[in-house]
């Protein structure tokens, strides 16, 4: 059975299209789900990937282009095809770049529709298979994973890039990569099937040490890697390493490091598992059984930064996330750091950011079109 969602802002559409007689047992394309616009569709194909989805170009808040953008990037549809007026096909080159299957013209008719369930079966079908022997070729390789690279030297990856040592961690990467293709005289798919699982194996490794990670990065887009297509084995490095890269800096610009005392990363440990939580430095002294006076003391000594400063960049590195992730609106970020007052909140952001809440979120939006 192949699964199909059909996306579009008028329900008249979306009945002619449901009223075509080739879903069900004729073609094993089966309507599993509909929705009325593009964020609709993601909150749905979230809980429920699709083989198919038949989606409008032109819907309020999520457009056809955003949601193509979402899919390709989660791969949440094998095949995406946009509904379109004739003058809508001026869509087509972005649409390209994020894997477009093929167009629909609207009032869509049998005939065409037929023909686009026959390829889209062979696409998916072809799909199938080549993940089914890539599984296969990763169960052969994983049994073996400690002769190609041996689980010391993923452990010490983990280590630098959870101490966020970046002289250590990013030649450490690259030296794994090279070494990785040596080993599998650099076979290329060989290669992206082993580093896609050590890669598994230090991501893993590093969440452990930092649980708070999630908080302040996107977990879903590193989880998500996908080395078999990146053709080449340095294409393969600079795409771990870009990856990895983001966790080490992260950490590195969290987890400030004390001159002398490990104090200092244990209050910040503290902070980031508590973020959305009230802190101060009471708390912090009431925690750690020690001074107000002798904690914020060491802390401005050993960083340069107040503790409350700490803890405000914290909130706002926390409040750039939930911006990021579009569900929230700017004051409901707010009161979920503890700030009851949006518009304290928002300038505060606009301190520590350098641009306010909107414009974060504006200039977030105009990346993504832009790449």
Known sequence: MYKVMIVDDMEIIRRQIKRLPLWG????????????????????????????????????????????????????????????????FSFAKEAIQYGIFDYLVKPVQREELQKLLLKAQQYIEEEREKESQLKKLEDRLSEKLEVYYPEHHIESIIQYISAGDAQ??????????????????????????????????????????????????????????????????????????????????????????????????????????????????????????LTKNYIGDLFKQETGMTIGEYITMVKMERAKQLIAEGTLRNYEVADRLGYKDAE????????????????????????????
Not at 48 to 76: F, N
Not at 206 to 233: M, P
Not at 249 to 277: D, F, M, W
Not at 344 to 365: D, H, Q
């Open 168 to 289: 250590q961690a990013l030649p450490a990467i690259e030296a794994m990569v090279t070494d990785t293709g040596a080993a599998l005289e650099r076979d290329p798919i060989k290669t992206a099937v082993l580093l896609e699982k050590s890669y598994g194996e230090i991501l893993k490794g590093i969440y452990q040490h930092h649980q708070w990670l999630d908080q302040f990065v996107d977990k879903a887009l590193l989880v998500n890697i996908n080395l078999t297509n990146c053709g080449d084995i340095e294409a393969m490095k600079v795409h771990i390493v870009a990856a990895l890269g983001i966790l080490e800096a992260t950490i590195a610009q969290l987890i400030l490091r004390g001159k002398k005392s490990p104090l200092i990363a244990e209050i910040c440990s503290y902070v980031l598992e508590n973020v959305e939580q009230s802190i101060s430095i009471s708390t912090i002294s009431e925690v750690l059984f």
């Open 344 to 371: 304290y909140f928002g300038k505060l952001f606009k301190k520590n950011v350098g641009l306010s809440p909107m414009e974060f979120k504006n200039a977030l939006r105009d990346e993504a079109r832009g790449r």
């Open 25 to 88: 047992e004729e073609t094993g394309f089966h309507i599993v789900e509909e929705a009325e616009d593009g964020k609709d569709a993601l909150d749905k194909l979230q809980k429920q990937s699709v083989d198919l989805l038949i989606t409008d170009i032109k819907m309020p808040r999520i457009d056809g282009v955003e949601l193509l953008k979402e899919v390709d990037e989660h791969q949440l549809a094998r095949c995406v095809v946009f509904l379109s007026e004739h003058s809508e």
